[in-house]
């Protein structure tokens, strides 16, 4: 690799988490994907489990449980490979503040 590539890299990583950090929306967005089967809010009106008002950290572990496969599932596991560890504690944060 060259050492411009490098710095560009370093650079950018940076600037990466500090943008997902500062918008205040970005649970919000991040959770819209969610709703086609839980809920605009996070209430399910069908046999899927309702997520909004869970604990955060239950929710978390219960993503990150998906994303590691160690948790059986029809389509979570695949959702959940999608997101980075940050970007799942702010899915999770987000349907945690919903009553």
Avoid: W
Wanted: net charge positive.
């Amino acid at each position: 690799m060259r050492i411009s590539s490098f710095l560009a890299i370093a650079v950018a990583l940076p600037l990466t988490a500090l943008a997902q950090t500062s918008d205040p929306n970005l649970g919000r967005n991040l959770s819209a994907g969610c709703t086609n089967c839980h809920g605009t809010t996070g209430k399910s009106v069908g046999g899927i489990p309702s997520i909004a008002g869970q604990p955060k950290e239950m929710m978390l572990n219960t993503l990150k449980e998906f994303k590691a496969g160690k948790r059986p599932a029809t389509i979570m596991h695949q959702h959940a490979k999608g997101y980075t560890d940050a970007q799942l504690e702010l899915i999770a944060a987000h349907f945690a503040a919903q009553k």
